[in-house]
């Protein structure tokens, strides 16, 4: 999960980063779609990433906290006649 985050990380620095430096150079309109197209991917790659380290990481910590309870538990065994 943390080699995902970091690979979205850098997708989303690098797409970003290609934006602001080329976005002052094109003003037709095919380049400027495609630059707004890779902002757009870019946020998304950083929301995913973002994601993955809150939501994810909170189920993760529900699941162990889940098994650790269990671990601790009681366990009766009674038998039956």
């Known amino acids: 999960m943390n080699k995902r985050i970091a690979y979205y990380f850098l997708i989303s620095f690098i797409l970003l980063g290609i934006t602001t430096i080329y976005s002052e150079s ?3 309109f095919l380049p400027s779609i ?4 890779l902002v757009i991917t870019g946020w998304f790659f950083v ?14 910590y ?4 889940t098994y650790k309870r269990l671990y601790n538990a009681l366990i009766i065994f009674k038998e039956q006649k």
């Open 26 to 28: 094109y003003v037709s």
């Open 47 to 60: 929301w995913e990433a973002v994601s993955l380290i809150f939501f994810d990481s909170l189920d993760f």
């Open 62 to 65: 529900h699941r162990y906290r």
């Open 34 to 37: 495609l630059l707004q197209e």
